[in-house]
């Protein structure tokens, strides 16, 4: 009663006119239950804070005890990856214990383990995970789906490749899902990987592309190129740069590289040339004959190509190069123009013709190249 006098006189005031005058009670008493009414909801969310805070560091303390039995010496897990013995508590394990139990594995196979507990990890995380996985991908939530590849990709589950396969003629699966599941096919060696790299519809970028390249299997990477002419171009690019990247010495590396040098397309023929001028190291004489053909058609090519070729003419020597050299000397881009120089710099004579350059080359940006080249090279000479 004196809450609802207090308000009455607050809100109300003491001069009582019209509507007022009849429905001041009641006027007081909605405020009132309005009031009381947020208070009360007010103490529910605090509550369910603390609830859910409680709750929380209780459920904390159960992963806690339970990692410290799953690692303690002698536990159901230790035995298991030491003899290969699956406990019924081991396989029957759901909620949280599967939680600490994923989380567990994927630490030791972080550790680097052997191989035969490597496969045990395997085994294991398909026989209590597998129906969970299933089941996320098929209902799960799009961060819950690529969670769960990724759980998928480390524990090399291959048992659910045919679902993976499945998700991926689905609308609905994402680009980054895509991704994930290429790379799973190509780090389990699944054989749809080649047929999947042969797809037009994917629109990857180069380094998703050079990621999943990078981690094929042998066999699946001789197969793919064997089928380098059937995939994408942007495929065909990635993989003449995994050829570097893997150092791919093998005789259908190189005849690939070589067949793509003696082709059409310019911006493959420079990858290649890069590629072939790390992977051929012991094929220096292939590398040079390759140049010698650039030599005599190649000043129309595009600049990278240019860029490319006068780097390499300074690695491979042949008394051929030198007039080529001499001639990029005074191409239109300056980079050009200086890799000319420092590749001519290496050569034996390279000194005579840097000369002869600065007094008789047609072109003033050559003759101005090859002085500061010379100039660097009497300053390093000085400084040695």
Request: hydrophobic share 40%.
């Amino acid at each position: 009663m004196i809450g609802q006098k207090w308000m009455y006189i607050k809100l109300i005031g003491s001069h009582r006119t019209g509507w007022l005058a009849s429905n001041t009670d009641w006027l007081v008493h909605v405020v009132s239950l309005i009031c009381a009414s947020v208070l009360f909801l007010l103490l529910v969310i605090y509550g369910y804070i603390l609830w859910t805070k409680y709750s929380s560091r209780r459920r904390e303390k159960v992963k806690t005890a339970l990692v410290q039995d799953l690692l303690a010496e002698g536990s159901v897990l230790q035995r298991y990856l030491d003899q290969g013995e699956i406990s019924v508590e081991l396989s029957n394990m759901s909620g949280d214990q599967q939680s600490v139990l994923q989380q567990l594995l994927l630490q030791r196979l972080a550790q680097g383990p052997e191989e035969h507990e490597i496969l045990r990890i395997r085994l294991l995380s398909w026989q209590v995970f597998g129906g969970s996985y299933r089941s996320v991908l098929k209902t799960g939530k799009w961060s819950e789906r690529v969670n769960t590849l990724l759980y998928i990709e480390q524990f090399h589950m291959m048992e659910l490749l045919p679902r993976l396969e499945d998700m991926l003629r689905v609308r609905s699966c994402t680009l980054l899902e895509r991704f994930i599941i290429l790379r799973i096919y190509a780090r389990t060696g699944y054989f749809r990987i080649v047929k999947e790299l042969m797809r037009e519809q994917y629109v990857l970028s180069d380094s998703q592309y050079l990621q999943i390249l990078l981690l094929l299997t042998d066999s699946s990477w001789t197969r793919l190129k064997d089928h380098f002419k059937d995939v994408p171009y942007q495929v065909q690019s990635n993989i003449i740069h995994a050829i570097r990247i893997r150092d791919d010495q093998t005789e259908g590396a190189v005849a690939l590289l070589e067949k793509l040098i003696l082709g059409d397309d310019g911006k493959l023929r420079t990858c290649s040339y890069q590629a072939l001028a790390y992977v051929g190291r012991r094929r220096e004489d292939l590398l040079k004959g390759l140049l010698l053909v650039w030599n005599e058609h190649g000043e129309e090519r595009q600049r990278a190509e240019r860029l490319t070729v006068t780097q390499l003419m300074g690695t491979v020597h042949a008394d051929a190069f030198i007039p080529r050299l001499k001639m990029m000397m005074g191409d239109p881009s300056f980079q050009i123009r200086q890799e000319a120089a420092n590749s001519l710099a290496r050569y034996e004579q390279g000194l005579e013709e840097l000369r002869d350059t600065a007094v008789n080359h047609p072109d003033k940006y050559a003759r101005q190249i090859a002085e500061e080249t010379l100039e660097r090279m009497q300053y390093g000479r000085e400084m040695d």
